[in-house]
């Protein structure tokens, strides 16, 4: 498909490059000459320097002929009208970011009056991401399927767990408990296993089931951990306020503590139940002094990498039982891996997803099945994706034992009526179910994609 991206910094760069990499033709616009280089440089793009609110720029970047428009600057007014000024000029389907908590309040209006396909707030989401491992401390990161029926968890086996040397065909027969093991990581080395893996302590699993049967297993194993009553919130930018929001509602000590005292004054206003403090969080002593140890949980969300790891670090050094940073670069994965850090957040990243998936699902609208949700896992060497299935196909009717499938794609969970269905071997795939594949394959856009 032709996409035009308005926009090339972090968020609007990464979908450039994900989208790039699918194969699709992408034209970014920007009016930074030096960022556009960059990107032309680095990527197979083209890229046309200018305005992207203009109409005049946009036919020159062939807007009219587009499949897709993706607004991503950093202002939420340009990102608007750049796509009401697409949908004049014929593209049939346009994205924005919208980052401000006040215009998000009404973006279903917003949607319905400018033409909106879809709208990213990368802010919002990673708060929900937070939000949900900070409910579920187990975890190290959690994706939801099937409208939340479903969660795909990862979490780390500890030393001298009953996990440690059981092979994953034992696991249902010793704990009754219907969870599917989809990924491992060990040393470096990721794999999607079958039922003769014997699990290590030290493996990074990925595990799908629905909540309540997570909840059991993890009981089961000795790693549940209940959801944190006190958080401490460094940075109180708009990920801040989306965050410290969701956790006043779910009755959650909040403290936030931000450096600009007008940042301060606002945050007091908007969320009075809060408790704001003026200061340096990277700041020892002031961390010290606001009761690091004796918070449930740290989320570090400065604008700075460096200042969120090395203050996460510190915090798991004073034994907080539940540390998140959120990072922009990710390129360093083995190193982040290697950290002592609960959870990492990229915002751009999870947006970058959210629009991929959508490409996805336009790109198979005439299918038999349609990308639902799609997560990337293990540092984006595996996905998995939610199908939805709409009409008979090849997939369908036939066991997963005589389904002649790809070499590592995974038939992880099926969702028929709203029931979760754990597979087995003489299970088949119906009309109208959701199903979940978990694949080191690429690209998939249609179920009929995970036959040889």
């Known amino acids: 498909m032709k996409v035009v991206i308005v926009g090339d910094g972090k968020v609007g760069g990464t979908i450039a490059r994900q989208l790039s990499g699918e194969g699709h033709d992408i034209i970014v616009i920007d009016n930074n000459t030096s960022v556009l280089n960059n990107a032309s440089n680095t990527m197979d793009i083209m890229s046309v320097e200018g305005n992207g609110a203009s109409m005049l720029v946009q036919k020159r970047a062939g ?56 709208t990213v707030n990368p802010e919002f989401a990673a708060a929900t991401e937070i939000l949900r491992l900070l409910r579920f401390p187990s975890a190290l990161k959690i994706e939801v399927f099937a409208r939340g029926r479903v969660e795909l968890v990862e979490v780390k086996i500890p030393p001298h767990s009953v996990l440690d040397g059981m092979p994953l065909w034992a696991i249902y027969k010793e ?18 296993p079958n039922g003769n893996f014997v699990l290590q302590a030290g493996d990074k699993i990925n595990l799908t089931a ?9 009981r089961t194993i000795g ?23 969701a956790l006043i509602l779910s009755h959650v000590r909040v403290k936030i503590i931000e450096l600009d005292y007008k940042r301060c004054e606002y945050l007091c206003e908007a969320l009075p139940e809060a408790v704001v403090i003026h200061g340096d969080g990277t700041d020892k002593e002031t961390l010290q002094e606001e009761g690091l140890e004796k918070t449930d949980a740290l989320v570090c969300l400065t604008g700075m990498d460096e200042e969120n790891i090395v203050v996460a670090l510190y915090a ?9 940073a959120k990072i922009n670069r990710i390129s360093f994965d083995e190193i982040l ?29 005439a299918g038999s099945s ?23 196909s090849s997939v369908v009717g036939v066991p997963l034992k005589d389904l002649k499938t790809k070499s590592e794609v995974l038939v992880a969970t099926i969702i028929r009526n709203g029931r979760v ?18 694949t080191r394959n690429k690209h998939l856009t249609d179920l009929k994609d995970i036959l040889k």
């Open 316 to 324: 798991k050094a004073k034994k907080v039982s539940k540390v998140i």
């Open 421 to 438: 269905i754990i597979p087995g071997g003489n299970d088949m795939i119906e009309v109208d179910d959701s199903v979940i594949i978990v």
């Open 210 to 218: 629905s909540h309540s049967e997570i909840e059991k297993f993890f």
């Open 337 to 365: 891996d290697a950290l002592d850090i609960d959870g990492f957040i990229s915002p751009k990243m999870i947006a970058a997803n959210n629009i991929v998936r959508y490409v996805r699902a336009m790109q198979n609208s």
């Open 223 to 245: 790693l549940f951990r209940t959801g944190v009553k006190s958080v401490m919130i460094l940075g109180g930018g708009r990920m801040a306020y989306y965050l410290a929001k």
């Open 63 to 118: 807007v009219p002929e587009a499949d897709l428009l993706i607004a991503a600057t950093s202002a939420d007014e340009v990102n608007m009208l750049a796509c009401l000024l697409g949908k004049k000029l014929g593209v049939p389907h346009t994205i924005a970011r919208v980052r401000n908590p006040e215009y998000y309040e009404q973006i279903n209006e917003l949607k319905e009056e400018l033409g909106l396909s879809m």
């Open 370 to 392: 349609n990308v639902e949700t799609l997560h990337k896992l293990v540092n984006e060497q595996i996905e998995a994706l939610e199908f939805k299935v709409r009409e008979k």
């Open 175 to 192: 704990f009754q408990v219907k969870v599917l093991i989809c990924a491992a990581q060990r040393a470096g080395e990721v794999h999607i």
